[in-house]
C-alpha cells in the first residue's frame, strides 16, 4: 500500500522486516526483486507522486571545488522514481575491464567479478522492460548495414539498450498501490540513524517538512538514496558518534565520482547519408538502440590509459518540428507532464516534412532520423580516477528539516584529459583511414589541464562515496554491499562504486541491487 505520512498519525512507529531508505531506481528495483519473499518491506520516500518545490529545495547542496550541476533537480529528484522520472533510460554494461585491477589506476579494481553480476543483469533487463543485448555488429547486420571495420586495438562497437517505459515510479505504482507485504510511505525524509550498544540500527526518524515525525524499526535496513544523499545521511547521524555511522576509518563519502563529458570535435562526414546510416538509433521491438565507440581495452593497458567512450550528438535547435515530435515520443513513454504534450503537438506540425521523413523512417525502417543539416558532434564520457580528497561532507547550512546540506567536492584528475585526447586523436585517425568523417577537435578545449578543467562537466552519473571493498580500511561496505562497520545496515546502488568506467552507471547499480535482494532473502530466511 501507499500512504502519504500527513494521512498518519504523528510519532506513528512502524515496524518491517526490511526497511528501504529511497525509491528511486535502487530502492524500487530492490522492492521488486523482494514482493514474492514473503518479508514485510517498508519503502521511505522523501517525496511524493508529483515533485515539488519544497521537496526539491531538499536537495540543496553547498558546492566547493569545480562546479556540479547534477546536484541539482535536473540530476536528482525527491520523488516516487527518483531520478527515473527525468532520465531517458538508458542501459549499458561496464566494461570488463573496470572490474580489474589496472596496475596504471590506483584504488583501482571490483572485489567482485563481472560474471557475478551477469545473472542480474539479466534479471534487471527483463524488469526494465529490454530485449535481449545484441552483439554490436549483429545489430548493423540485421538492418543490411555493413559494420564500419575499426581497428580492434582502438575501438570496439557497443549499442546502449533504451528502454521505453523508463519512469520506475510510474511503472510500478499500482503494484506498490496493490502489495500486502510493502507499504510506501511518502513526504517522509529519513534525518537520522540510530544504533543500539551493539552497533546495530534500530531505528530511523522520519519526518517531513509539515511537522509530522515517526520511527521506523527492522530486522535490516538499507541505504538507497543515491550517492551524495546516503553519504549525507550517514555523516549526519552523528549524535552517538562524532565522525557519523560506519565511519571509522573516515571513508563514508569519500571517493565520489561522476563521468566527465564533453563536446570534443565536429564531425565532417565524407558521406553524410552513409554516416546517418550508421550511427543513428535503431529499434528492435521497443526498444531502442544507441551506438558508441568504446576505446579498446588494448590501448588501455598499452597507453595505461582511463576508460572513455563516446557518441555522436546529431543537430537540433530544440524548436523545430522534429524536436517536437521527438519530445511526444519521450513524454508519452514518461507518461507524466501530459500539459507539456499539447504544446509539442502544436510544434510539431511547424514541420511537417521533416515529421513525416521521421516517422517513415521510424516505422518502416527502425530508424530514428536525425535532421541532415547543421553540425555533427563527437561527445565523450570518460572514467574518473579514484580520489580520496573528491568527496561529500557536510556543510554548516543546514535544510527546512535541520540536516546539514551536503557539501559536494569534486575533483577530476588530469589523467581523464589525457585519455580524452588520445581518444579523440584515435577517432580522427581511424575514421580518416576508413574514409568516414573528418575530425576537428574544437580548439582551447582538451589542449591543457586547465582549458579542460574550465570546460568540462558532469553527466548527472553520480558514483562512490560507500565504495565496496574487501578490506574495513579501504572502503564502507563488504562484498555482499553491508557496511563493514554496522552488521544490519546495507546499500543498493552506484554509491557502492569502487572505480566507474565511462559506462551509464544505472543498469550496474540495478544489478547490484539485484544482487543484494538475494542475499537478503537468504539472511532473512525468506520463502
Request: aromatic content about 8%.
Given at each position: 500500500?501507499?500512504?502519504?505520512?500527513a494521512?498518519?498519525?504523528?510519532?506513528?512507529?512502524?515496524?518491517?522486516?526490511?526497511?528501504?531508505?529511497?525509491?528511486?531506481?535502487?530502492?524500487?528495483?530492490?522492492?521488486?526483486?523482494?514482493?514474492?519473499?514473503?518479508?514485510?518491506?517498508?519503502?521511505l520516500?522523501?517525496?511524493?507522486?508529483?515533485?515539488?518545490?519544497s521537496?526539491?529545495?531538499?536537495?540543496?547542496?553547498?558546492?566547493?571545488?569545480?562546479?556540479?550541476?547534477?546536484?541539482?533537480?535536473?540530476?536528482?529528484?525527491?520523488?516516487?522514481?527518483g531520478?527515473?522520472?527525468?532520465?531517458?533510460?538508458?542501459?549499458?554494461?561496464?566494461?570488463?575491464?573496470?572490474?580489474?585491477?589496472?596496475?596504471?589506476?590506483?584504488?583501482?579494481?571490483?572485489?567482485?567479478?563481472?560474471?557475478?553480476?551477469?545473472?542480474f543483469?539479466?534479471?534487471?533487463?527483463?524488469f526494465?522492460?529490454?530485449?535481449?543485448?545484441?552483439?554490436?555488429?549483429?545489430?548493423?547486420?540485421?538492418?543490411?548495414?555493413?559494420?564500419?571495420g575499426?581497428?580492434?586495438?582502438?575501438?570496439?562497437s557497443?549499442?546502449?539498450?533504451?528502454?521505453?517505459?523508463?519512469?520506475?515510479g510510474?511503472?510500478?505504482?499500482?503494484?506498490?498501490?496493490?502489495?500486502?507485504?510493502?507499504?510506501?510511505?511518502?513526504?517522509?525524509?529519513?534525518?537520522?540513524?540510530?544504533?543500539?550498544?551493539?552497533?546495530?540500527?534500530?531505528?530511523?526518524?522520519?519526518?517531513?517538512?509539515?511537522?509530522?515525525?515517526a520511527?521506523?524499526?527492522?530486522?535490516v535496513?538499507?541505504?538507497?538514496?543515491?550517492?551524495?544523499?546516503?553519504?549525507?545521511?550517514?555523516?549526519?547521524?552523528?549524535?552517538?558518534?562524532?565522525?557519523?555511522?560506519?565511519n571509522?576509518?573516515?571513508?563514508?563519502?569519500?571517493?565520489?565520482?561522476?563521468?566527465?563529458?564533453?563536446?570534443?570535435?565536429?564531425?565532417?562526414?565524407?558521406d553524410?547519408?552513409?554516416?546517418?546510416?550508421?550511427?543513428?538509433?535503431f529499434?528492435?521491438?521497443?526498444?531502442?538502440?544507441?551506438?558508441?565507440?568504446t576505446?579498446?581495452?588494448?590501448?588501455?593497458?598499452?597507453?595505461?590509459?582511463?576508460n572513455?567512450?563516446?557518441?555522436?550528438?546529431?543537430?537540433?535547435?530544440?524548436?523545430?518540428?522534429?524536436?517536437?515530435?521527438?519530445?511526444?515520443?519521450g513524454?508519452?513513454?514518461?507518461?507524466?507532464n501530459?500539459?507539456?504534450?499539447?504544446?509539442?503537438?502544436?510544434?510539431?506540425?511547424?514541420?511537417?516534412?521533416?515529421?513525416m521523413?521521421?516517422?517513415?523512417?521510424?516505422?518502416?525502417?527502425?530508424r530514428?532520423?536525425?535532421?541532415?543539416?547543421?553540425?555533427?558532434?563527437?561527445?565523450?564520457h570518460?572514467?574518473?580516477?579514484?580520489?580520496?580528497?573528491?568527496?561529500?561532507?557536510?556543510?554548516?547550512?543546514?535544510?527546512?528539516?535541520?540536516?546539514?546540506?551536503a557539501?559536494?567536492?569534486?575533483?577530476?584528475?588530469?589523467?581523464?584529459r589525457?585519455?580524452?585526447?588520445?581518444?579523440?586523436e584515435?577517432?580522427?585517425?581511424?575514421?580518416?583511414?576508413?574514409?568516414?568523417?573528418?575530425v576537428?577537435?574544437?580548439?582551447?578545449?582538451?589542449?591543457?589541464a586547465?582549458?579542460?578543467?574550465?570546460?568540462?562537466?558532469?553527466?548527472?552519473?553520480?558514483?562512490?562515496?560507500?565504495?565496496?571493498?574487501?578490506?574495513?580500511?579501504?572502503?564502507?561496505?563488504?562484498?555482499?554491499?553491508?557496511?563493514?562497520?554496522?552488521?544490519?545496515?546495507?546499500?543498493?546502488?552506484?554509491?557502492?562504486?569502487?572505480?566507474?568506467?565511462?559506462?551509464?552507471?544505472?543498469?550496474?547499480?540495478?544489478?547490484?541491487?539485484?544482487?543484494?535482494?538475494d542475499h537478503?532473502?537468504?539472511?532473512?530466511?525468506?520463502?
Amino acid at each position: 500500500m501507499i500512504i502519504n505520512c500527513a494521512d498518519t498519525p504523528d510519532r506513528t512507529i512502524f515496524e518491517a522486516d526490511i526497511v528501504i531508505i529511497g525509491a528511486g531506481a535502487m530502492g524500487l528495483a530492490l522492492t521488486a526483486d523482494l514482493l514474492d519473499s514473503g518479508l514485510s518491506i517498508l519503502l521511505l520516500e522523501a517525496g511524493g507522486t508529483q515533485a515539488t518545490p519544497s521537496n526539491d529545495d531538499m536537495l540543496d547542496v553547498e558546492i566547493v571545488g569545480h562546479p556540479f550541476y547534477g546536484a541539482n533537480m535536473n540530476g536528482r529528484r525527491r520523488i516516487l522514481g527518483g531520478a527515473t522520472t527525468l532520465w531517458g533510460g538508458q542501459f549499458l554494461e561496464l566494461p570488463d575491464i573496470v572490474f580489474e585491477e589496472r596496475s596504471w589506476i590506483a584504488e583501482s579494481g571490483w572485489p567482485i567479478t563481472k560474471t557475478e553480476l551477469k545473472p542480474f543483469y539479466q534479471r534487471i533487463a527483463t524488469f526494465a522492460g529490454l530485449r535481449q543485448q545484441e552483439g554490436s555488429e549483429d545489430i548493423w547486420r540485421c538492418h543490411g548495414i555493413k559494420p564500419p571495420g575499426y581497428n580492434r586495438n582502438l575501438f570496439i562497437s557497443e549499442f546502449s539498450r533504451w528502454s521505453s517505459k523508463p519512469d520506475f515510479g510510474v511503472n510500478m505504482y499500482k503494484i506498490l498501490q496493490d502489495s500486502h507485504v510493502v507499504r510506501v510511505l511518502l513526504n517522509a525524509s529519513v534525518t537520522e540513524l540510530r544504533l543500539d550498544n551493539h552497533g546495530s540500527i534500530k531505528e530511523v526518524i522520519i519526518k517531513s517538512v509539515n511537522g509530522f515525525t515517526a520511527t521506523a524499526k527492522g530486522r535490516v535496513f538499507v541505504l538507497a538514496a543515491g550517492a551524495i544523499e546516503s553519504a549525507r545521511l550517514l555523516l549526519a547521524s552523528n549524535n552517538q558518534d562524532k565522525r557519523g555511522v560506519g565511519n571509522r576509518f573516515g571513508l563514508v563519502g569519500r571517493y565520489f565520482q561522476d563521468h566527465t563529458s564533453l563536446r570534443v570535435a565536429k564531425i565532417l562526414p565524407r558521406d553524410r547519408s552513409s554516416f546517418h546510416e550508421l550511427y543513428e538509433n535503431f529499434f528492435i521491438g521497443a526498444t531502442k538502440y544507441a551506438p558508441k565507440i568504446t576505446l579498446a581495452e588494448y590501448i588501455q593497458r598499452d597507453e595505461q590509459l582511463l576508460n572513455v567512450g563516446g557518441f555522436f550528438h546529431f543537430p537540433s535547435d530544440g524548436h523545430d518540428g522534429l524536436s517536437a515530435l521527438k519530445a511526444i515520443v519521450g513524454q508519452l513513454k514518461r507518461r507524466r507532464n501530459p500539459e507539456k504534450l499539447l504544446s509539442s503537438l502544436k510544434s510539431s506540425v511547424t514541420d511537417i516534412p521533416e515529421v513525416m521523413k521521421f516517422l517513415y523512417s521510424l516505422k518502416v525502417k527502425n530508424r530514428i532520423r536525425a535532421k541532415r543539416q547543421g553540425d555533427i558532434m563527437l561527445e565523450i564520457h570518460a572514467e574518473q580516477e579514484p580520489d580520496y580528497e573528491s568527496c561529500i561532507r557536510l556543510s554548516c547550512k543546514v535544510d527546512a528539516l535541520g540536516m546539514p546540506l551536503a557539501q559536494v567536492d569534486w575533483r577530476v584528475s588530469d589523467r581523464s584529459r589525457i585519455a580524452v585526447l588520445r581518444y579523440v586523436e584515435s577517432v580522427q585517425s581511424e575514421f580518416n583511414r576508413l574514409a568516414i568523417a573528418d575530425v576537428e577537435l574544437i580548439p582551447d578545449l582538451i589542449d591543457n589541464a586547465h582549458s579542460f578543467q574550465h570546460h568540462l562537466r558532469d553527466v548527472y552519473h553520480q558514483m562512490g562515496t560507500l565504495r565496496m571493498s574487501r578490506d574495513a580500511s579501504a572502503g564502507v561496505t563488504n562484498l555482499d554491499a553491508r557496511m563493514h562497520e554496522v552488521p544490519n545496515l546495507y546499500i543498493a546502488g552506484c554509491s557502492l562504486f569502487p572505480v566507474s568506467g565511462y559506462s551509464n552507471p544505472t543498469y550496474t547499480g540495478l544489478a547490484l541491487a539485484s544482487r543484494l535482494a538475494d542475499h537478503l532473502c537468504v539472511q532473512l530466511g525468506a520463502r
